[in-house]
C-alpha cells in the first residue's frame, strides 16, 4: 500500500487558500494533521481526507433561522439609490 503525501503548497492548491493559512492552523492545532521531518512537512491524503469529512456542516451554527425576535425591526433594503436620494 502506497501512502499518499500533498506538500503545503499542494493542499493550498487543493484548498484554494493561502500557504500561510496552513502554516498558522499548524501552530494553533486546528488544521489537519501533519508530518514534519527536518524542515519539510507534508500531509497523509488519508488524514487531509479525514480532516474534509469532519467539516462536513448542514447549517452554520448561531444563525438564527425564520422570525426575528421580538422587539427587533427588520432592516428593509429596498431601493437603496432612492433611499439616497431621500425618496
Not at 503525501?5 to 493559512?21: C, E, G, I, K, Y
Not at 456542516?57 to 431601493?79: D, H, L, V
Request: proline letters at 7%; zero cysteines; a positive charge.
Amino acid at each position: 500500500m502506497t501512502t499518499t503525501h500533498l506538500s503545503q503548497t499542494d493542499l493550498a492548491n487543493r484548498w484554494r487558500m493561502s500557504p500561510r493559512t496552513l502554516e498558522r492552523w499548524r501552530f494553533t492545532g486546528e488544521g489537519p494533521q501533519f508530518i514534519k521531518l527536518g524542515g519539510r512537512v507534508v500531509y497523509r491524503l488519508e488524514d487531509i481526507e479525514a480532516f474534509e469529512i469532519r467539516q462536513i456542516r448542514q447549517y452554520t451554527p448561531g444563525i438564527t433561522r425564520g422570525a426575528p425576535e421580538p422587539g427587533i425591526p427588520m432592516k428593509s433594503f429596498g431601493n437603496r439609490a432612492a433611499a439616497a436620494q431621500g425618496k
